[in-house]
């Protein structure tokens, strides 16, 4: 079980093939993430761990690749999503349901590319970088009423939070390339 605040992943089960544990790392090469309530079916995977960092590699069929990093010491932490031809469909399941559901969009292709990075100290989340383009994004619902196809677009933005004010500032563009949206009024 993993828990983020609130949120809890459950039923999840790493498979090791190759194995290797010394005095400062830990390694799982050719392994496998099974995660019913995230994947269909088990992730190729390996994973790294020492006393001050995690590295976790997924590589999904069809040329995807996740890695997820996690740094530390005694006063602060670096995290960092790394993604490589990203499926979009992944996240399908975990947007909201909307009352309408039936002729709300579905996402049904697109590729992620790019980096995430949170960083952090004792008291929580100190600043956040995103640095992401998505390529041919596509969307539908089951009439047709409502899609998009060929989309592309870039998505940077930095936030830091300012402890002082106890507030948040950021910064953040977003640029459409190229695509069409079919709206039905």
Not at 72 to 95: C, E, Q, S, Y
Not at 97 to 119: A, Q, Y
Not at 164 to 184: E, I, L, P, S, Y
Request: aromatic letters at 10%; a negative charge.
């Amino acid at each position: 079980e993993i828990a983020v605040q609130d949120y809890a992943l459950k039923d999840i089960h790493v498979l090791c093939r190759a194995f290797q544990w010394n005095r400062h790392e830990i390694q799982c090469t050719n392994g496998q993430l099974i995660a019913r309530d995230l994947f269909a079916s088990p992730l190729p995977m390996q994973f790294v761990a020492t006393r001050s960092r995690l590295t976790i590699d997924l590589r999904p069929p069809g040329g995807e690749h996740w890695q997820f990093r996690i740094e530390w010491d005694d006063t602060l932490w670096h995290a960092a999503l790394i993604v490589r031809a990203g499926k979009m469909t992944h996240f399908a399941r975990w947007l909201p349901e909307m009352p309408d559901h039936e002729s709300f969009p579905r996402l049904t292709g697109g590729k992620l590319h790019g980096k995430i990075k949170v960083n952090g100290d004792l008291n929580g989340v100190t600043s956040a970088g995103i640095d992401l383009s998505i390529d041919t994004l596509a969307f539908s619902d089951a009439a047709g009423m409502h899609a998009g196809e060929d989309i592309a677009l870039s998505v940077k933005s930095n936030i830091e939070h300012d402890a002082r004010h106890q507030h948040w500032k950021w910064r953040g563009d977003v640029h459409w390339r190229q695509g069409a949206v079919f709206w039905q009024p």
